[in-house]
């Protein structure tokens, strides 16, 4: 990070294939670094939100016999 010149603020979070680290940890040669944001919805929210936008299948699964 710091040879970078990159500065981390407090929204961004570090991480070492999706662990959370510190700026301080050690990297090894192919780790990937990862920053996130924090959330802005909910993960069961925007869930609920994308099942009310995706319409119904007719018949789901096997069919059954009639």
Do not use: F, V
Request: proline share 5%.
């Amino acid at each position: 990070m710091r040879a970078l010149n990159w500065q981390k603020t407090e929204e961004i979070g570090l991480s070492i294939y999706g662990r959370r680290c510190k700026e301080e940890d050690l990297l090894k040669d192919g780790d990937r670094i990862e920053l996130t944001e924090p959330l802005r919805i909910d993960p069961k929210e925007a869930r609920r939100l994308r099942a009310l936008n995706k319409p119904l299948l007719a018949t789901r699964g096997r069919k059954h016999a009639k």
